[in-house]
């Protein structure tokens, strides 16, 4: 799998967007960009996903670069319970055998601020 | 509520002890995944199981033993730990087939060795 980078952590005042950014510039073109997170001692969750276009959900939006080398992850309206640690994972179940595998780094922790 | 059950939510063990922590899915998926989390470090993968297949064993040692009787259930066997093997333990599972699935993840189990 791809290795990204991310910032260990960063502020978001409540209310206003959160732009979490990855870097994977080793990253295949079979590969798919997610996103997740963890909430203090939970499971963590999934949020999106994306291959070469920006994607939109209810949770979030996730913008992709052209090159496919880096991607942001937004909040639009962070609020105190998105206070969590937020990972950036490449992967594709054509690598990994036919499932999927996460393999999780250090991730970003963002703190909402009030 | 991911569809992703573990249990118990909490367990504390002795050195001696044998116990098993039990992960239970009914999404139809055929992929699941035993990974641990220390204090401090990223999430670790332990286990994948594929169709009841093991297909990765990621160097655990053999105090842990995995078996999986079906495609819904998942257990992690656990004899005579070491305090070093205190940590959440995470359960997920994911569909098998499919270019961009995601991982669905239970809650953990948080096990203390004493």
């Known amino acids: 799998d791809a290795k990204t980078t991310q910032p260990p952590s960063m502020d978001c005042a409540e209310g206003r967007a959160a732009n979490l950014p990855c870097n994977h510039s080793t990253i295949s073109g079979n590969e798919y960009v997610y996103w997740y997170r963890q909430i203090h001692s939970q499971g963590p969750q999934y949020i999106i996903h994306g291959l070469k276009n920006n994607e939109t959900n209810e949770m979030a939006s996730l913008i992709i670069t052209e090159d496919r080398k880096s991607s942001t992850l937004i909040l639009p309206h962070a609020t105190l319970r998105d206070t969590a640690v937020y990972y950036c994972?490449?992967?594709?179940?054509?690598?990994?055998?036919?499932?999927?595998?996460?393999?999780f780094g250090t991730g970003t922790k963002l703190q909402v601020i009030p | 509520e991911t569809g992703v059950t573990q249990t118990p939510r909490h367990l504390v063990m002795g050195m001696t002890n044998k116990k098993s922590l039990k992960c239970e899915q009914h999404?139809?998926?055929?992929?699941m995944y035993w990974y641990k989390q220390s204090a401090k470090k990223p999430l670790e993968l332990m286990f994948v199981y594929n169709f009841k297949e093991q297909t990765e064993n990621n160097s655990v040692p053999s105090r842990f033993s995995p078996e999986c009787p079906n495609s819904s259930h998942l257990f992690l066997h656990l004899h005579t730990l070491q305090p070093e093997d205190s940590a959440l333990y995470l359960c997920?599972?994911?569909?098998?087939?499919?270019?961009?699935?995601?991982?669905?993840f239970g809650q953990g189990t948080r096990l203390t060795v004493v």
């Open positions: 997920a599972s994911s569909q098998d087939q499919g270019f961009d699935t995601e991982a669905f």
């Open positions: 999404l139809g998926h055929n992929a």
């Open positions: 994972i490449v992967t594709s179940p054509l690598i990994s055998g036919g499932y999927q595998k996460v393999t």
